[in-house]
């Protein structure tokens, strides 16, 4: 069965314009003409579309689909297992960035610490955070022989003792700010 590219686009739910895209990037282009000339599409491109549409879901750039489809750079079990990393990688960091945003959330909770004082410093704060992982990284690697020292590190992990920590680093900050004033 032929279609046009109207036809094809309704068939598959996309749009003329992003077909007419993949045809220009040489990412689907349709091999067979019909009478008039026109490129029509087949049961085949059919087929490539849905592996196109199935490796953007899974995070591919439209580039790396087109290397893909064209070179088979990976089997299809080695290409989820590297986008099975790419994502597991992604969510470490949106999970970073999601206990910074909560241990300063517990912050503007503390009672007696002033959110007007609190937002003066938020980003010093949230700095603070955003830097403390990779911290902590170098401690351990410096210290990975010294069992003692690495024991005391490993608290660092601990979201209590984060808890009190932050509280002791904003109570250190208000010290430093009152000094200066």
Known sequence: MEM???????????????????????????????????????PIDWELFQQ???????GLSLNEIKEQMTNQKFNNRELLQVQKRLIEKKQAELNDKLEVITRMERLYN???ISEEEL??????????????????QIFEE???????????????????YKE?????????????????H
Request: with cysteine; glycine share 2%; proline share 2%.
């Open 4 to 42: 046009t590219i109207g036809q094809f686009a309704k068939l598959v739910g996309s749009t003329v314009r992003t077909l007419r895209y993949y045809d220009k990037i040489e990412l689907l282009t349709p091999k067979k003409l019909n009478k008039n000339c026109r490129k029509v599409y087949t």
């Open 52 to 58: 196109i549409m199935i490796l953007k879901h899974f």
């Open 110 to 112: 503390i009672e007696g």
């Open 119 to 136: 937002d003066e410093f938020a980003f010093i704060m949230l700095d603070l955070f955003r830097r403390e992982k990779s911290q902590i």
């Open 142 to 160: 410096h210290f990975i022989n010294n069992k003692e020292i690495l024991k005391e590190i490993k608290l660092l992990h601990d979201p209590e």
């Open 164 to 180: 009190k920590m932050d509280r002791e680093i904003w109570h250190l900050i208000q010290a430093i700010r009152n000094a200066i």
